[in-house]
């Protein structure tokens, strides 16, 4: 009878230590769904997922999407083989699910209400503090850089269509010559 209240004690600690696993795994997912956030990929504002149209936003929310699960996948096998001794049991798959809802219905909820809110704010300080700055000094730099094309390069190229042209309207000027002839009185013949 002790074998079985050890059995039965150790598979409740797997249950509750499973879902604290999917408490962990759905608030690690939040932090996937809040990068998508940062990045303008989705919006969760009204209390849906809307996501930005176009192949490339789908590929990168679709590329982090897997690379999550993969990791979730390789860290859950890894948890059961350490402490069911590599023996998967159908309880512990399904309260590690139930814990991912639950997080994912309670506290993720809150979490993207939050995270849009926040979003907005990071995206007006990366404006204000990194963005404004780099234009200016953009600006500066694309006006430095044509005062100093004007100063060398442009005087340069100028010179040279000068030459150019003069080249060409002596050659113009040579060609006239050979075509007219005047006569005796100056008149063209």
């Known amino acids: 009878m002790q074998y079985l209240e050890t059995f039965f004690e150790k598979q409740a600690q797997i249950v509750a230590t499973s879902f604290i696993l999917g408490l962990i795994f759905g608030a690690s997912y939040d932090i996937i769904r809040?990068?998508?956030?940062?990045?303008?990929?989705?919006s969760y504002r009204g209390g849906k997922r809307r996501m930005r149209r176009g192949i490339a936003p789908f590929l990168l929310v679709f590329f982090a999407d897997l690379c999550w699960m993969l990791l979730v996948g390789a860290v859950f096998s890894v948890w059961v083989y350490r402490v069911n001794d590599g023996a998967f049991r159908w309880f512990i798959a399904f309260s590690a699910v139930a814990g991912f809802a639950v997080w994912h219905a309670t506290l993720g909820r809150v979490a993207m209400l939050c995270a849009e809110a926040i979003?907005?704010?990071l995206r007006r300080v990366f404006a204000l503090l990194v963005v404004r700055p780099l234009r200016f000094l953009g600006r500066i730099l694309i006006g430095c850089a044509r005062t100093l094309w004007h100063l060398t390069g442009g005087r340069i190229l100028g010179a040279m269509k000068r030459q150019h042209a003069i080249r060409r309207t002596e050659r113009m000027r040579r060609?006239?010559?050979?075509?007219?002839?005047?006569?005796?009185?100056?008149?063209?013949s």
């Open 34 to 42: 809040i990068n998508h956030i940062l990045c303008s990929l989705v």
């Open 119 to 121: 979003a907005a704010f």
């Open 175 to 188: 060609a006239l010559r050979q075509d007219l002839s005047f006569g005796e009185r100056g008149e063209i």
